[in-house]
């Protein structure tokens, strides 16, 4: 397949086809979702695109049996838009029950972005961690760990790594190098652990096994096929294969993906009312025509707007006010500056919100033995 678009764990670029993604990874398209599920915006407007072995997951939904859900964050700087799609896909399924895993890839992060453990832990911790709870995370019910120091119970600790290196047996380079590329030692080893990442709720120290389901963003579906593969190969566990949804990324404010290393890319959720309302006039990319004339003649393209998007990946919950924005905008008779005169004022009402929620998650914060 011609690569008019990249996709990897360490690089994401082009303009995504995601239906060629779905080919290529393998992945289905998502069906006979239960009501639940199709509640949710990310759902009803195709954000979650195509899972692997989700039906799995919406059996332990629909009948009230356990399941775990496990992701993990990245500790590379600012928490954005981007990063709360996945978050608000632990707090829906917290709430349907799920055990949540939460781990901090800090020590990939190391070996890839910052090699300084205890700034890593910081950002995790002030960033991550304490918009989750603003968000709505129970905290108290969330299994919330470092890669680099799993847990002060020694068995569940010593299983963790012990699985590192028992899966470490049942993968090659050349596997490696077929999933991911361009690979290097840094990158094998961080792919390991983050197998053990997913399948070690299922060991009798953890959970045992049960249905595990990773929500991933396009890029980390590579190290969901080796974990899935892993799991299978390995016969000292009886582990359950992985499922896993597949998202959308929300696109960056200039038209590509959000980036924590652009600040002009996207709008993080400390910033104040003022600071993403100058984001959005200055670096929104505009799917409006060049004139006003033309915009009314010709209309607009909300499908690349990068105003619009952030309306359709949750500042605007209303699909009938969605629709209405827009079929004006593609028509002409709403211009750029009155569409992101609407998302500036929505942003100005969540954020307000939201940091108010952050004060009161930092209370939280300290009765916890992190």
């Known amino acids: 397949m ?9 690089e994401t670029k082009g303009k995504i086809d995601y239906n060629k993604l779905v080919k290529e990874f393998g992945l289905q398209y998502l069906k006979n979702l239960p009501q639940s599920l199709k509640e949710s915006l990310l759902f009803r407007r195709d954000i979650i695109f195509a899972h692997r072995d989700f039906n799995r997951i919406i059996d332990c939904i629909q009948n009230k049996k356990p399941f775990i859900m496990m992701t993990g964050l990245m500790p590379s700087g600012k928490f954005h838009f981007g990063h709360k799609i996945i978050a608000d896909q632990i707090i ?60 002060k119970n020694a068995e569940k600790s010593n299983s963790y790594y012990r699985l590192i290196g028992m899966l470490s047996r049942h993968a090659t380079f050349n596997e490696f190098k077929a999933i991911y590329g361009d690979i290097n030692p840094g990158k094998m080893i961080s792919s390991l652990i983050q197998a053990s990442d997913m399948l070690h709720p299922q060991l009798s120290q953890f959970e045992g096994p049960l249905p595990t389901l990773i929500p991933v963003g396009a890029d980390q579906d590579p190290h969901l096929r080796l974990a ?17 949804t597949c998202n959308k ?22 910033d104040s009312p003022e600071e993403a309302a100058m984001k959005i006039k200055k670096y929104a990319f505009s799917g409006g025509q060049p004139t006003i004339e033309e915009h009314r003649n010709k209309g607009g393209n909300p499908d690349i707007d990068s105003s619009f998007q952030l309306l359709k990946f949750g500042l605007e919950e209303s699909d009938h006010k969605l629709e209405e924005i827009y079929s004006n905008y593609k028509n002409g008779s709403l211009l750029t500056s009155e569409l992101k005169a609407i998302v500036i004022e929505k942003l100005a009402s969540f954020l307000k919100n939201h940091q108010k929620n952050r004060e009161r998650a930092k209370k939280e914060l300290t009765n916890l033995d992190l």
């Open 2 to 10: 011609k690569k008019e678009f990249i996709v990897t764990p360490w």
């Open 92 to 151: 829906l399924y917290q709430k349907l029950g799920a055990k949540i895993y939460l781990a901090v890839a800090d020590l990939e992060a190391y070996n890839s972005r910052n090699p300084n453990l205890q700034e890593l832990r910081k950002i995790a911790i002030e960033e991550y961690l304490l918009n989750y709870i603003a968000l709505g995370l129970n905290i108290k019910k969330c299994d919330f760990y470092f890669q680099s120091a799993r847990s």
């Open 228 to 244: 899935r593969d892993l799991s299978q190969r390995i016969k000292e566990f009886k582990f359950i294969q992985l499922s896993s």
């Open 249 to 270: 990324f929300i696109p960056a404010l200039n038209g590509d993906k959000m980036s924590s290393s652009d600040p002009t890319s996207y709008i993080a959720l400390t």
